[in-house]
């Protein structure tokens, strides 16, 4: 998590040391566990800020609040490998993550309590990224040919 000690972790690999439905919050200044987190699915991707912690699954991602990993949000997915967005500000924290619907993204602005879907792409996303003050997003699809830009204020194409 940026520059302090914290890390997700979570198992993977063909022999896994952890258990691939779990992540462990780890410091890594005092060596030991201060958090644990259980699915009854496989654990696709994690994104920590210094005030959530985002978990991915292959169908649903789970939003919880660091601070006594209580469960904020939690929301519905098309089937997908991992993908996921969340900008670093704390000012303004934006999510995008796909929608239930193929190729569609889901924007989440928590400070403003609004969201929104973007149509980004008739195929299948492959990559989601914002900037850090979570005004911009980029996307792909699966096919690869074009990457396009959105406003995360009004959900519009730039």
């Known amino acids: 998590m940026f520059r302090t000690n914290i890390l997700a972790l979570v198992g993977g690999g063909e022999r896994p040391k952890f258990a691939t439905n779990k992540v462990f919050l780890w410091d890594d200044l005092s060596f030991k566990c201060i958090g644990e987190l259980s699915f009854k699915t496989t654990v696709k991707a994690v994104r920590l800020t210094k005030e959530k912690i985002v978990v991915v699954l292959e169908n649903r991602t789970y939003i919880y609040n660091f601070d006594e990993l209580r469960l904020i949000d939690a929301i519905e997915t098309c089937p997908n490998k991992g993908l996921v967005a969340l900008n670093p500000d704390a000012e303004n924290t934006v999510l995008a993550t796909p929608d239930i619907q193929k190729g569609y993204v889901r924007v989440n602005v928590y400070e403003k309590n609004k969201s929104f879907k ?7 996303l492959s990559a989601l990224c914002l900037n850090y003050s979570g005004t911009l997003l980029a996307t792909a699809s699966e096919k690869g ?6 406003s995360t204020e009004t959900g519009q194409p730039l």
């Open 118 to 124: 973007i149509p980004a792409h008739n195929g299948t």
């Open 145 to 150: 040919t074009i990457i396009r830009i959105f």
